[in-house]
């Protein structure tokens, strides 16, 4: 059976933090041989138009009510402004029963704060943009403890990242999804992070 990678979408959302993922994803031009096959899914609350924050203009695929997670495969949150007002507790509460599910989470930037407000950061390793802001802005937040000065954090099935980490973020999800090799998550990774061309021909090796 298809999996679903859900991406969820609302207005002024950061759309450059998950791109990597999206286009490798919807691509699949590195999976490994034998990988199951994901389908990109955009879910919000509504089926209204959204605009990013880069300004680009679509309509989600799904409502929040048509969320299905025996076909998740991860659930992306991506940053944004917004995070912190009521509009996304509909979203926080799939994202709590994706955790207790055992489906991968992925937040990055300020999806990480809606998580901290949740309470889903409390008691277990997460990093986030600061966490002298993420103790203001958010009161019940008391995770401190499990605070790592990273730019990406993996633990079992959540993943956070700082907004500008979206690199890492990336890998990290590709590594979780288990749709590329190590070899090529590494070779993925260092080919954008260090630019050098000899990644990308070990890229093109072990993608053949």
């Known amino acids: 059976m298809k999996k679903s990678v859900y ?4 207005d002024i959302m950061a759309d450059w933090e998950v791109a990597y993922i999206t286009a490798e994803i919807n691509s699949g031009r590195f999976f490994k041989k034998g990988s199951p096959e994901l389908k990109l899914v955009t879910v919000a609350n509504s089926k209204d138009e959204v605009t990013t924050m880069g300004g680009v203009k679509f309509k989600p695929d799904i409502e929040i009510a048509e969320f299905k997670s025996k076909n998740a495969a991860v659930l992306i949150l991506p940053g944004g402004d917004t995070w912190l007002d009521s509009l996304h507790d ?4 799939v994202a709590d029963q ?18 901290a407000k949740k309470g889903l950061l409390n008691a277990r390793p997460h990093t986030t943009n600061d966490l002298e802001f993420l103790k203001a802005v958010c009161p019940e937040y008391s995770g401190e403890t499990f605070y790592q000065k990273q730019p990406s954090v993996a633990d079992g099935n959540l993943i956070t990242a700082s907004g500008i980490a979206p690199l890492e973020f990336s890998a990290q999800v590709f590594a979780k999804l ?4 190590p070899e090529i998550v590494d070779a993925w990774y ?3 992070n260090t630019r050098n061309p000899k990644y990308y021909f070990r890229l093109m090796n072990d993608t053949q």
């Open 7 to 10: 991406l969820y979408v609302f």
């Open 90 to 93: 509909p979203m926080l509460d």
């Open 98 to 115: 994706c955790l207790k599910d055992n489906i991968v989470v992925a937040a990055i930037c300020g999806a990480t704060f809606g998580l």
């Open 178 to 181: 288990e749709v590329f090799t």
């Open 190 to 192: 260092q080919l954008y």
